[in-house]
């Protein structure tokens, strides 16, 4: 955890320059979620990086608590929720598996662009689906890189594989498709309600699913 945190840490400086390339995918992604969010829900943001989608998304809700793994990225998050005002949000350097978590806490968790980059994603499935309320809904967005994308693209990933490879990005990138994410959450216990594929240069996998409540 501790590379992979320094990794993110230094990436955090660059962190929304760099995803600017992907606007449109993220702003169609918050807008879309804006559409399963309630003024009563208590909001988890899993892996909120440097807080654009909590903030936007935080005057729809009663409260989110964001995270992740990066201080840096926290620091950031921090400051950009103070210069816009925002103040449900509560911002914290910390896993998923945090014991300050309970079980079904939460109406709604996110986790945008992020589960093809964990060490086991079936576990946080799992833990996802623990935090949830009965009724809760997760909602996530996924690149899915073996799905359609440009050459550019292509390119920039076959130079991230070989740097994963030699150890210079300590995490692993997960070459998902569609069928991948279909299949991590049918066999984590969720039901999709809704799927849309966004493309712009990369395909990335929008999917609103509701927890299935496991046989007792």
């Given at each position: 955890m501790n590379k992979a945190k320094e990794f993110w840490d230094k990436a955090s400086k660059n962190y929304d320059k760099s995803e600017e390339r992907f606007e449109y995918i993220h702003d169609k992604t918050r807008e879309s979620t804006k559409n399963y969010l309630k003024i009563n829900?208590?909001?988890?943001?899993?892996?909120?990086?440097?807080?654009?989608?909590?903030?936007?998304?935080?005057?729809l809700v009663k409260e989110v608590h964001a995270l992740d793994i990066s201080s840096e990225m926290i620091e950031i998050a921090k400051n950009k929720a103070a210069e816009n005002n925002v103040e449900n949000v509560d911002f914290e350097q910390s896993t998923i598996f945090d014991n300050r978590y309970k079980k079904e806490s939460f109406d709604v968790i996110l986790a945008f662009n992020m589960l093809h980059t964990v060490n086991s994603p079936q576990n946080v499935i799992s833990r996802i689906h623990d935090l949830l309320k009965n009724d809760g809904v997760f909602i996530t967005a996924t690149p899915c890189l073996k799905d359609r994308k440009s050459l550019l693209?292509?390119?920039?990933?076959?130079?991230?594989?070989?740097?994963?490879?030699?150890?210079?990005?300590?995490?692993?990138?997960?070459?998902?498709?569609?069928?991948?994410?279909?299949?991590?959450?049918?066999?984590?216990?969720?039901?999709?309600?809704k799927t849309e594929e966004v493309y712009e240069g990369?395909?990335?996998?929008?999917?609103?699913?509701?927890?299935?409540?496991?046989?007792?």
């Open positions: 829900d208590i909001v988890l943001d899993y892996g909120c990086g440097t807080g654009t989608a909590s903030c936007e998304l935080s005057n693209v292509s390119m920039q990933m076959l130079l991230v594989s070989i740097l994963s490879r030699v150890g210079i990005i300590p995490i692993s990138i997960r070459r998902y498709r569609r069928s991948d994410v279909d299949k991590l959450l049918e066999n984590g216990g969720f039901q999709k309600l990369a395909s990335s996998y929008f999917v609103v699913a509701k927890k299935i409540l496991q046989a007792q």
